[in-house]
């Protein structure tokens, strides 16, 4: 898969599938990410990307976990969408999308959006789900467009979003 996209600035973007050599240059945005942008991504946990997860997280079979990188067309990695099929209801899948410090509010996340929903439709998967911390306005209104059904709980957030 390789999709060339435009952001709202008029950057060209390439949409592609993760590939395990990916895992580098991963670990380096996680690390470049802000301790704010972090802990709205990681609902405030994770905070070290080890080996062994950028591996798990790079190398992975694009049936049931899938990832996605938009990066410039020079592959400098600008973010990241990710869906894992629930092993029980095959139609649903946890999703999740983090974008590079830097790069946020130019339309990377919408573009990482559109391409996960439409691999997951080809894929089967129905439905997209996740949570986010209240105060995560960026993602509230990317799934505000995306017409996501949204519960609020404790300060966070748990969506749906069919594809």
């Given at each position: ?32 990410l ?70 946020q ?30 105060e ?28």
């Amino acid at each position: 898969m390789r999709e060339l996209h435009r952001l709202r600035d008029g950057a060209r973007v390439v949409v592609r599938h993760i590939r395990p050599s990916d895992a580098a240059q991963l670990v380096d945005g996680f690390r470049r990410l802000s301790p704010e942008s972090r802990r709205l991504r990681f609902l405030g946990g994770r905070v070290r990307l080890t080996p062994e997860l950028a591996e798990y997280l790079t190398n992975v079979d694009q049936l049931d976990h899938v990832a996605l990188v938009a990066t410039t067309e020079d592959d400098r990695g600008l973010g990241v969408a990710r869906f894992i099929r629930d092993r029980v209801d095959r139609t649903v899948a946890e999703a999740a999308i983090t974008v590079a410090e830097g790069e946020q509010g130019r339309g990377v996340g919408t573009v990482l959006l559109l391409a996960m929903r439409r691999a997951a439709r080809e894929r089967g998967v129905r439905t997209l789900r996740g949570e986010i911390l209240w105060e995560n306005t960026a993602m509230r209104r990317l799934l505000a467009r995306a017409r996501a059904r949204v519960r609020s709980s404790d300060g966070r957030l748990s969506f749906e979003v069919d594809v």
